[in-house]
C-alpha cells in the first residue's frame, strides 16, 4: 500500500509575474495540440525553464491540466499509479476512485490491468485535458517506464500527455515522431535568445545592461536561463557590469555551486573521472575519449551517447552522432576541478594523450595546441617544423606563423630549418623586415649553435642554403632592390639541384620580377609559365592554380584581355578537378573585373558573385587588397566617387607587399578620382607628395603616376603643354618598345585629352583613332566610357572623321565606335532630390539612408556596400546630423518628409 502522499505534487507551480513570455515555444506547444499529437516531451538539462515554461503555456492555452511533480520517491509502480489518480481528480471528480481501492486491496492486480481500468474510465471524457508529468529524469524505475509506454501507447483522444525531463524516456520515440505524435522542445529551443536574454536580465532581473554586454553574456551561457539568472545574481551590486561580464565563466561560484549540487555530484564516481578528464576537448569523439579515458569497461562512445539521451551538458555536433562538446559553463566546470583533482603532471598526461590522437589523425593543428597545453615544446616544435612545408604550399603560413610564435626563444634559436621557415613564411607575408631577422637567426645558428642542433625536416636542411638565397631574393623585389633580387636569385638557381626542376623554375621567377618592374613584360610570362608547369608536375596544384593570376596580371598589363581570360578559366578547370577551388577568389574577382571592362555586365556580376563568397575563406594574403581595388573601380564606374574613394583607403590599409610591381598606387588612383570629383587641390597635393616630375625620364614602374601628373596638369589653369605631352610620348615609346598594348592605349588617351584642351583637334582625334585600333580587338571598353564627356564628343567627332574618310582599314572601327557611344548613353551617377538641407546628402549617404530605412543593421550595410563598420557608423552620424535627427528611425521620417526617400 502506498505511503503517504504528498498534496503539493499535484499542485501546478504559482506561476511568477515577471516572467520572459516564450511566444516561439508557445506557439510550437499549441501546435501540437492542434495536431491532435498525443505526446510533447521537454527534454533539456538543467536550469533550462522547462517547468516554468510548461507553466506559463498552461496559464495561456486554458487547457485544464492534472500535474505531478516527480521525484526519486516515486518509482514504485502503486505509488506512481497513486499520484496519477490523484493528480487526474483534481480535473475529474471520482475518476479512478475504483484504481485506489484496488491498490489498498490485498488481491494480486497487475498495474497494467489497473492502468487499463483508469484509461477506460478516461476514454469516456468529453472534455480535453492535459496531464503533465514534470522531472521524469528523477524516477530510476523499469516498472513505472513499462506503466508509462502502455500510457503512451494507449493514451485517451481527449488526453494530452506532457513530460519533462532532463533525460530522454524509455519510450518509443522514434515510432512517435514518424507517426507526427510527438511534440519535441529540446535544448535548441529552450535556449534565451539575445532578444529574451535582453527581456530577462534588464526587466526581470532589473539590471541596466547595454546590448553589447547581453550579447556576449548571452554567448558565454548559450542562453542557460539558469546560467544568466545566476549571473545577473551575481551582478548585484557590482559597479563594473561589463568586466564582470567578459569574466564571467563556470568558476563564478553561484555557476560553480549549482553544477556541483544539480549535476556532478548526481553522477557515479566513474562518470565524473570520464568528464573531469574529457574536459581539456574542446570537442569530443568517441575514439578520442578513447585515447584520453583508458582501462573502463563502456567505451566512451557508448559513454557520449549515454551523457547526451540524459542531457547532461552535451551537445551533438553532427548528424551522425560522431563528435560532441560540452556547453562552456559545464566545461569551465570541469575543468577547474580537474585542475583541482589532479597534479599538473597528470593533467599534462592527458593533453599529450590527446596531442598525439590527433597527430596520428591528420589534424597537426590540434595536436599542436594540447601538445602547448602540456608544456611539451619540443612535440609541438617537432609538429610545426613536420607541417610547415604542406602548410607552405596550401597558403597557410599565417596560420603556422601563429604556432611558431608561442614556442619559446630557447626552443627555436637551435632549429635552423625552423628558423628559416619563419623566415620563409614572414616573407610570404610580405614582412620582410621579419623575414631577414628570421634568416639571420638561422645562419648563426648554423654558424656559431649554441646548443646540439635540432633537425626534423633532413631534406629541408640539405636546402637551406637555396632557401635562404630565394627568400632574400623575394624580400629584395618586394622593397625595390632589383640589383640584390638578380644576386640572390642567381644565387639560389646555382644552389638549386639541376634535377629539382621546381626550385629551378620558383627561382627563375623570382628573377623574372625584376623585368616585370621594368616593363619587359614578355621577358616575364615564359618564366612564369614555367613556374606553373613545374607546380603541376609537382603534384602542387593549389600553387599552380594560384600563381596562374599572375600570369593574368602580366597578360592584362599587355593588353591581352581575352589571353587572361582563357588563362583564367584554365586554372578554373584545374581547381575544381584537383578540389583546390577555394583558393580561386582572385581568379572570378578577375574574370568579374575583366567582363566588366567589356561591358558583359552579367557575366561580370556572377564572377563578382562568386570571388567575394570564396574571398570569405581565402588563403592568399592579398586578398583583401584586390578585393577593395575592385570594389573602388566598380564605384568609379558607377559614378559613386565617394564611395571609390573609401574602398581605396581600404585597400591601402590592407595593402600587403609581394614581388609583382605595385605599378599603380593608391594615392594616384586617388587622384584621378578628384580630378572626376572637380576637387583639383586635392590631386595638386598628391602630385607634391609624390616626387615626381612630367620630366623625369620614363619607366614603367612610375609610368601610371606620370600619367596622373599629366592628367592633374591638364586640369591646372596654367598649362605647360609642351612638358605634358613630352612626358606622355616618352611614355608611349617605351610602351611601345616593349609590346604593351595596355599602356599604350591609356597614354593615347590621355593624349587625345592634351591635344583636344591644346587646341589641337586632328591631333586629338588621330591619338583616339590610335588607341581604338589598339582597343578593338581585345574587347575594351570601358576604358573608353568612364571617361566621360570629353572622350565622348571626341568619339562622335572621330565617327564624322571615320564617316568622310576613303581608307578602307577604318571600316572595321565603326561597329567598335557605335557600341562605345551606346555605353555613354547610360546613366552612371544617381541623381540629388532637391531638398532644403543647407548640407545636401552625398550620393553615399543617400544610398546608406536608403538601406537604412529599409531596415538593414549596421553590419548588414557594411555587407552590402563592402566597406568597414566604422565607415557606415561615420555615415550615419552625418546622415543623422544633416537631418538633425537623434535615431534611425526619426532621420528616416524626416528624410521622407523631405522627399529623399
Not at 380 to 400: N, P
Not at 498 to 519: C, K, N, R, V, Y
Request: glycine fraction near 4%; aromatic fraction near 8%; include cysteine.
Amino acid at each position: 500500500m502506498p505511503s503517504l502522499l504528498i498534496k503539493t505534487k499535484t499542485n501546478i507551480p504559482t506561476l511568477k509575474r515577471d516572467l520572459v513570455l516564450r511566444k516561439r515555444i508557445n506557439e510550437a506547444l499549441s501546435e501540437g495540440i492542434r495536431a491532435g499529437r498525443k505526446l510533447t516531451l521537454i527534454s533539456a538539462p538543467a536550469g533550462f525553464g522547462k517547468t516554468t515554461l510548461v507553466c506559463e503555456w498552461l496559464e495561456m492555452c486554458k487547457i485544464p491540466a492534472a500535474w505531478i511533480s516527480l521525484d526519486e520517491n516515486d518509482g514504485d509502480a502503486a505509488r506512481f499509479l497513486t499520484y496519477l489518480v490523484t493528480a487526474l481528480q483534481t480535473l475529474i471528480s471520482g475518476v479512478g476512485d475504483g484504481v485506489l481501492v484496488a491498490l489498498q486491496s490485498s488481491q494480486p492486480i497487475t498495474p497494467n490491468e489497473l492502468l487499463t481500468t483508469l484509461l477506460n474510465e478516461l476514454s469516456s471524457i468529453e472534455d480535453d485535458f492535459i496531464l503533465v508529468l514534470d522531472d521524469l529524469h528523477a524516477v530510476d524505475s523499469r516498472a513505472v517506464d513499462e506503466l508509462l509506454a502502455f500510457l503512451v501507447e494507449h493514451t485517451p483522444q481527449q488526453m494530452h500527455l506532457i513530460i519533462t525531463t532532463r533525460e530522454d524516456p524509455a519510450l518509443p520515440l522514434a515510432r512517435l515522431r514518424a507517426k507526427n505524435q510527438l511534440t519535441e522542445i529540446r535544448t535548441a529551443e529552450l535556449r534565451f535568445t539575445e532578444n529574451e536574454a535582453a527581456d530577462f536580465l534588464n526587466q526581470v532581473m532589473g539590471l541596466d545592461l547595454s546590448s553589447q554586454d547581453i550579447a556576449v553574456l548571452e554567448a558565454r551561457t548559450e542562453g542557460w536561463v539558469a546560467g544568466l539568472q545566476l549571473a545577473a545574481l551575481s551582478m548585484q551590486g557590482k559597479v563594473d557590469a561589463a568586466e564582470f561580464i567578459h569574466s564571467f565563466s563556470g568558476a563564478n561560484q553561484f555557476v560553480l555551486d549549482y553544477l556541483l549540487e544539480e549535476v556532478l555530484q548526481k553522477q557515479s564516481e566513474s562518470l565524473q573521472g570520464f568528464l573531469l578528464r574529457t574536459s581539456i576537448l574542446n570537442r569530443l569523439s568517441g575514439s578520442l575519449c578513447d585515447a584520453l579515458w583508458q582501462g573502463e569497461k563502456n567505451s566512451a562512445q557508448e559513454i557520449l551517447e549515454q551523457l547526451e539521451r540524459a542531457n547532461l551538458f552535451v551537445i551533438s555536433l553532427d548528424d551522425e552522432r560522431r563528435w560532441y562538446r560540452y556547453h562552456h559553463l559545464f566545461r569551465d566546470l570541469l575543468r577547474q576541478r580537474l585542475n583541482q583533482k589532479l597534479g599538473k603532471e597528470e593533467v599534462a598526461g592527458i593533453n599529450i594523450r590527446a596531442s598525439e590522437w590527433f597527430e596520428q589523425n591528420g589534424d597537426v593543428g590540434e595536436a599542436f595546441r594540447y601538445a602547448i597545453s602540456a608544456e611539451d615544446f619540443e612535440r609541438a616544435a617537432r609538429l610545426t617544423e613536420s607541417a610547415w612545408l604542406g602548410m607552405d604550399e596550401t597558403f597557410q603560413t599565417g596560420t603556422w606563423l601563429g604556432w611558431v610564435n608561442q614556442l619559446p626563444l630557447s626552443v627555436r634559436r637551435v632549429r635552423p630549418v625552423l628558423l628559416t621557415q619563419m623566415g620563409w613564411s614572414y616573407m610570404d607575408a610580405g614582412n620582410a623586415e621579419a623575414s631577414e631577422s628570421s634568416l639571420k637567426d638561422a645562419e648563426a645558428c648554423l654558424k656559431n649553435p649554441l646548443e646540439d642542433l635540432v633537425i626534423v625536416e633532413a631534406e629541408q636542411f640539405r636546402a637551406l642554403p637555396v632557401r635562404i638565397a630565394m627568400a632574400r631574393a623575394f624580400n629584395a623585389q618586394v622593397q625595390n632592390r632589383f640589383a640584390d633580387t638578380v644576386k640572390f636569385a642567381e644565387m639560389a638557381q646555382d644552389m638549386a639541384p639541376p634535377d629539382d626542376e621546381f626550385m629551378q623554375a620558383q627561382a627563375s621567377a623570382i628573377l623574372s620580377f625584376t623585368h616585370w618592374a621594368s616593363g619587359e613584360l614578355d621577358k616575364v610570362y615564359p618564366f612564369m609559365n614555367s613556374w606553373v608547369d613545374a607546380a603541376q608536375q609537382a603534384d602542387n596544384f593549389a600553387f599552380a592554380v594560384a600563381t596562374s593570376f599572375a600570369k593574368a596580371d602580366i597578360l592584362i598589363a599587355q593588353g591581352r584581355l581575352r589571353d587572361a581570360i582563357q588563362v583564367y578559366q584554365t586554372a578554373l578547370k584545374l581547381a575544381t578537378t584537383h578540389g583546390v577551388e577555394s583558393i580561386t577568389a582572385h581568379h572570378h574577382l578577375g574574370l568579374g573585373l575583366l567582363y566588366h571592362e567589356m561591358g558583359e555586365d552579367e557575366r561580370a556580376a556572377s564572377h563578382l558573385q562568386k570571388s567575394f563568397e570564396l574571398g570569405r575563406q581565402t588563403p592568399i594574403v592579398d586578398w583583401a587588397y584586390r578585393k577593395s581595388l575592385a570594389q573602388a573601380y566598380l564605384k568609379e564606374s558607377e559614378g559613386d566617387h565617394d564611395a571609390a574613394l573609401e574602398a581605396l583607403d581600404e585597400a591601402q590599409r590592407f595593402y600587403v607587399r609581394t614581388p609583382i610591381p605595385n605599378l599603380r598606387p593608391v594615392g594616384a588612383m586617388k587622384a584621378r578620382i578628384y580630378l572626376k570629383q572637380e576637387q583639383l587641390m586635392n590631386a595638386q597635393t598628391w602630385a607634391r607628395k609624390s616626387g615626381l616630375s612630367l620630366r623625369d625620364a620614363p619607366d614603367y614602374l612610375h609610368e601610371f603616376e606620370r600619367v596622373t601628373l599629366a592628367r592633374i596638369a591638364l586640369a591646372e589653369v596654367n598649362v605647360n603643354f609642351s612638358d605634358v605631352v613630352s612626358s606622355l610620348e616618352r611614355h608611349l615609346k617605351l610602351a611601345e618598345t616593349q609590346n604593351r598594348l595596355a599602356s599604350q592605349i591609356e597614354i593615347l588617351i590621355t593624349l587625345s585629352l592634351a591635344f583636344q584642351s591644346k587646341g589641337e583637334q586632328a591631333n586629338a582625334i588621330t591619338s583616339l583613332e590610335q588607341a581604338l585600333k589598339l582597343a578593338e580587338s581585345e574587347g575594351y571598353w570601358r576604358l573608353f566610357v568612364d571617361e566621360g564627356e570629353l572622350i565622348r564628343l571626341l568619339i562622335l567627332d572621330l565617327r564624322s572623321a571615320l564617316e568622310s574618310s576613303a581608307r578602307t582599314e577604318v571600316q572595321p572601327l565603326f561597329g567598335y565606335v557605335e557600341k562605345l557611344l551606346a555605353g555613354f548613353s547610360q546613366p552612371t551617377q544617381l541623381q540629388k532630390p532637391k531638398t532644403e538641407l543647407i548640407d545636401p546628402l552625398s550620393e553615399r549617404e543617400l544610398e546608406v539612408l536608403c538601406l537604412i530605412a529599409q531596415g538593414l543593421s549596421n553590419q548588414e550595410i557594411t555587407q552590402k556596400l563592402f566597406v568597414a563598420l566604422s565607415t557606415i557608423k561615420g555615415h550615419n552620424l552625418r546622415i543623422f546630423a544633416k537631418l538633425q535627427a537623434k535615431s534611425r528611425t526619426e532621420a528616416v521620417a524626416r528624410a521622407r518628409k523631405l522627399g529623399l526617400l
